[in-house]
């Protein structure tokens, strides 16, 4: 048989294309990365993007952690750029993104102090920008730099508490419910502001409809924190929101039996038999309270408040006596005196645990008036007006 020399020649020729493709291929990237690098280095930082994101498309370049690394330093400093930033607005992410890559690629870890420090500057810069957005009230994109900077953190394993808690809080201010609920769960496993955090999980379910939920963590709250007095009333107004007062109740009164020192729980019960209008129980429970802890602030005011009110309503009643019953009349507001008299004791006691208090100097000069002490009055006053 006679060989056919054209199809050889055609073969050849296809070969040595495929070896020329293949020679080109490999080659192709290396001026870009050399082309990237000479510009990040000359301050061209937008045309250092353009190359390196044409070298970073060839599967060869993209094997090797110098074009990660390069690609992660020219993103960094167009990000810290004022000039060039504007044009990026993702030059963070991908920055993070490349310096990662980078360090994954490098298992032998030879450039790992080289990406260490980049990531170090990158999450400088990111916290910087975080701290002016949320100064600024920019929730959202303070959400996302508080949230790069933890993923900065943990890629070496480092716990950034405050970054995850403030990733969820801005995230709660942007109204992104969902990743603001993981965020403080997320804070709350690790025992992050606590207990506070778990209210704040409460109410964005309570928000968003779902009641079951909130009452479910408030009450595994108030299981791992039982004397927190801000848990407790969360939880029970709650039940009083929804009506369920013997529940608020029987719920109190029941930890009353199981923490009958605990004078927050006294507090609260006296708070809901207030809400309930049951006067000489919510009494009880704030004398309860104050018996416990005698610097009780909040049991003191509250107290005091119980007190004036009574005087209030005691004044009403001497107000439906005829003017021809003086002796009558007088007993009567006797009486209002002597109660708003034991509301100043409660106040005065409540002063002293906050002098600079604005809403107990105001009580207490209210209460001056009202049993006509005049220089009571007055220094009230005058403090209120500095």
Sequence with gaps: MTPNYSNLLRMEKISLMIVALIITTISYAQPDVTSAYNANKGGEYDVASQYIEKAIKDPKAAAKEKVWRYRGSIYLNIASSPKYSPMF????????ESFFKAMEIDTDKEYINENTMSLSSLQSLVLEKASTEYQSQDFCNAATHFKISNDISSKFSILDSAAIFNTAFCNDRCGKTAEAIEGYKASAAIGYNVPSVYMYIADLYTKDGK??????????????????????????????????????????????????????????????????????????????????????????????????????????????????????????????????????????????????????????????????????QKKMKDLLAK
């Design 89 to 96: 607005p993702d030059a963070i992410n991908l920055s993070k």
């Design 211 to 376: 009641t079951d939920e909130a009452k479910k963590i408030l009450s595994e709250a108030r299981a791992k924190y039982p004397k927190d007095i801000e848990l407790l009333r969360s939880e029970v107004n709650m039940l009083l929101g929804d009506q369920k007062y013997d529940q608020a109740l029987e719920l109190l009164v029941a930890l009353t039996k199981e923490d009958s020192k605990n004078e927050t729980i006294w507090f609260v019960l006296g708070a809901t038999y207030e809400k309930l209008g049951k006067v000489s129980d919510q009494e009880a429970a704030y004398k309860k309270a104050v018996e416990i802890n005698p610097k009780y602030y909040d049991a003191l005011f509250n107290l005091g408040a119980t007190y004036y009110n009574q005087g209030v309503e005691q004044l009403k009643e001497c107000d439906k006596i005829p003017p021809r019953e003086s002796a009558k009349f007088d007993a009567c507001t006797a009486a209002a005196t002597g109660t708003f008299n034991k509301s100043i004791e409660q106040f005065e006691r409540a002063y002293n645990e906050k002098p600079t208090d604005k809403e107990i100097m105001s009580a207490l000069m209210e209460a001056y008036v009202r049993v006509g002490n005049v220089e009571g």
